[in-house]
């Protein structure tokens, strides 16, 4: 029988077993075990004898079987196997605990080398389920042993029901039958990288003779998947253009809207404009990811594109996340296309929370084709809503949605054109893994008139009077005659806002109760400090129709201080705002800190943001705060984030597919590899978009992406 990576894991090593793979793993094929990579590599120790031996240290014994027995567990069923091993200058039990089948190799007078950690028990210094290799036939010499006790042990990423020995044991049944045919990996590729081949890696990174053998496997192996992932990106990016799509080319309305602007689009919002207007004319469907600080001007670019779809009669199909946003949205694109152009696009919203008459109204708008721009929350994925004719689909904040929401919407139009906004900057390399298929555009550079923005790290922990400072700061610009954010990670105390953030690094950070909604409000309205201000809450467990009466009465200057959790973080746009507080700032990512900051200093005054913080000094949640009232720069912030943050915060827990797949690659570290392999892709795709000359690879892809990472890939 030939043994490849598709083979299933049954045939191998039995049923039995291979159901507690997939059990504990969802293992079913030979490829899936043997992409279990150990987490790291331990050394047995040196060579020594037990009388030598401190309680605590990892040893490595050269000894004879003395006794064998076995007895049941008290507390539990089971039993414990008990060998009793020496080496002349004493005695040492090795305790196996349900491996009774042990007992036939481990018989009186065998000879071999254990190695393991010692400890007591009972007073007796004993080995747990101990590392050993058994003399055969003739005992080793002193150079044998040694090299044994310096060969790394795998240790694999186990379970309650799989240990890392019985994951070993496994992998070593499949890795002594397995056949490889095609590589993964071109020759000329592999050869120009110095990589090993596909089956020489496994064999190192699961069966490592010295730390150089396991490295040069991980190297190779992780190239090998980065190259797997951008072929695969890169493929669907070209079958993408293959399909026909509506051509929409900007006209005199496009003109006119442009001349109407009351301000100048800055360099790169032209050219970004430009870019979108060159997808949109071509004969198949954009996908295009616009990316720009907090206050660049995505509104406009996108805008400019609904009104280029509605000279030709297309309709634009505006997604946001919540309800709130989607209203800020409607009321900043009727304010951005200016009276003529909201004439002719007839702007409507869909939301849930919609009286049943005004849904039925903006239904019909939409079906009809009486509107060419309807804004919406989730209702827009509702079967209800159709479209005369979809030709552009705007996602906003994209990393808030599924993939298969987005889908939902795009399958509502004849391949429509995908524009997807985030104000989030994505470092290059993300953007290339998780956004591979997708065109990249950014607004780096601000419209003029900007204020600046001042960030302060109030660090409580060193300075515990600073706190009644942070409201005399906020009483200072309400009786100035200008407006107040304060953000809270929580709700109540029970409840923690969905979009929020967290991040317990620290058994302080986690005990210490959070700053809620709830605690906040009742607090700041009985400070002197803020007597007679009118301060409200906003957050989203409140009715819809109630979120958006505080949001309009703050815009309208009706309210002074509002106290709110991350559901201001993006869209709001109240340019009397001039100062934001943020309540345990060390519990939010660097990416949500500089998003929230951006809601203050969008008008004539400037900007102050303090960062209200109880972590210490030298922990990484103070670092994160200090990162941010280092720089406004928010691209430079994604960089730091990626030192910071771990591979799944910054590929986003929404995503799937793609970061679930990731093994050894991470885009936090491996830039020049992922750099590389995009290179690599783009030539072998170009000259081969079928991969018909390079099975290995195509296998590979097949295997690495299952059917919801293609799904994913399909629908991005």
């Not at 509605?310 to 946001?320: D, E, F, P």
Request: aromatic share 6%; proline share 5%; hydrophobic share 40%.
């Amino acid at each position: 029988m030939s043994v490849t990576l598709d083979t299933p894991l049954a045939k191998i090593i039995g049923d039995r077993s291979q159901k507690a793979f997939h059990k504990a793993f969802g293992y079913e094929s030979v490829g899936d075990l043997l992409g279990h990579y150990p987490r790291r590599y331990a050394t047995r120790g040196e060579l020594t004898s037990i009388a030598e031996i401190p309680i605590g240290e990892q040893a490595t014994l050269v000894a004879e079987v003395v006794s064998v027995s076995t007895r049941p567990m008290r507390q539990k069923r089971g039993s414990v196997l008990e060998v009793v091993i020496t080496d002349g200058t004493g005695g040492v039990t090795l305790t196996f605990f349900n491996q009774a089948w042990r007992q036939k190799d481990l018989s009186p007078g065998v000879r071999g080398i254990f190695a393991g950690k010692i400890g007591l028990y009972r007073n007796s210094r004993q080995l747990a389920h101990p590392d050993y290799e058994l003399f055969v036939d003739v005992e080793p010499s002193e150079e044998a042993r040694e090299d044994w006790a310096k060969k790394p042990i795998p240790l694999y990423p186990a379970t309650s029901t799989l240990a890392s020995w019985q994951i070993a044991k496994a992998i070593g049944v499949v890795l002594d039958v397995l056949e490889l045919k095609d590589e993964p990996v071109p020759d000329t590729i592999r050869e120009a990288e110095g990589i090993l081949g596909h089956y020489e890696s496994l064999v190192h990174i699961h069966r490592p003779v010295e730390a150089a053998g396991w490295a040069s496997a991980q190297k190779s192996l992780r190239f090998q998947e980065a190259l797997t992932l951008q072929c695969a990106l890169v493929a669907r990016r070209q079958r993408q253009r293959q399909v026909a799509g509506v051509t929409r080319k900007p006209g005199e309305d496009t003109n006119a809207f442009l001349a109407s602007l009351p301000f100048e689009l800055t360099e790169d919002q032209v050219t970004v404009v430009n870019q979108i207007h060159e997808d949109m004319a071509a004969p198949h469907p954009m996908t295009r990811l616009v990316q720009g600080e907090v206050g660049s001007g995505k509104t406009v670019v996108a805008a400019c594109a609904m009104v280029t779809v509605s000279q030709s009669g297309g309709q634009t199909a505006l997604l946001a996340p919540t309800e709130v946003l989607a209203n800020q949205h409607f009321r900043s694109l009727m304010r951005t296309l200016g009276p003529d152009a909201s004439a002719r696009l007839n702007p409507v919203l869909l939301t849930g929370s919609l009286p049943a008459a005004a849904k039925k109204k903006a239904l019909l708008a939409a079906a009809s084709g009486a509107s060419h721009l309807i804004v919406g929350t989730h209702a827009l994925l509702g079967d209800a809503v159709q479209f005369a004719d979809l030709g552009l689909v705007v996602i906003d904040e994209q990393h808030r949605f599924g993939v298969d929401q987005r889908e939902v919407l795009r399958q509502k139009g004849e391949h429509p054109h995908l524009l997807v906004l985030t104000a989030t900057p994505i470092p290059r390399t993300v953007a290339m893994t998780v956004f591979g298929d997708l065109d990249v555009s950014t607004i780096a550079t601000m419209p003029q008139g900007r204020s600046p923005i001042s960030s302060h790290v109030v660090a409580l922990a060193d300075h515990p009077g600073w706190y009644s400072r942070v409201w005399q700061r906020v009483a200072e610009e309400v009786r100035a005659g200008r407006q107040a954010f304060v953000v809270a990670p929580a709700i109540t105390a029970a409840v923690v806002e969905e979009d929020t953030d967290i991040e317990d690094e620290s058994e302080e950070l986690a005990k210490k109760p959070l700053s809620t909604v709830e605690e906040t409000l009742p607090l700041l309205r009985g400070l002197s400090e803020l007597s007679g201000m009118r301060i409200e809450a906003l957050h989203g467990r409140m009715p819809s129709a109630e979120k958006d009466d505080v949001m309009s009465a703050f815009a309208a200057g009706d309210i002074d201080v509002l106290i709110a959790t991350t559901v201001i973080e993006v869209g709001i746009d109240v340019p009397n705002a001039s100062v934001m507080v943020i309540l345990d700032a060390d519990r939010f990512g660097v990416s949500q800190l500089h998003q929230l900051r951006g809601r203050v200093g969008r008008g004539e005054y400037g900007g102050t943001c303090l960062l209200v913080s109880y972590a210490e000094t030298g922990t990484n949640a103070r670092e994160r705060v200090e990162v941010v009232a280092s720089t406004l720069d928010g691209f430079e912030l994604a960089a730091k984030d990626l030192e910071l943050r771990s591979e799944g915060d910054v590929l986003g827990v929404r995503q799937s597919g793609v970061r679930s797949r990731l093994k050894l690659l991470r885009v936090t570290r491996d830039g020049d590899v992922i750099d590389a392999a995009r290179t690599y892709a783009e030539a072998l795709v170009e000259k081969d978009p079928g991969l018909v000359d390079y099975p290995g690879l195509r296998a590979e892809i097949g295997r690495r992406l299952d059917d919801g990472s293609e799904e994913y890939l399909e629908k991005t």
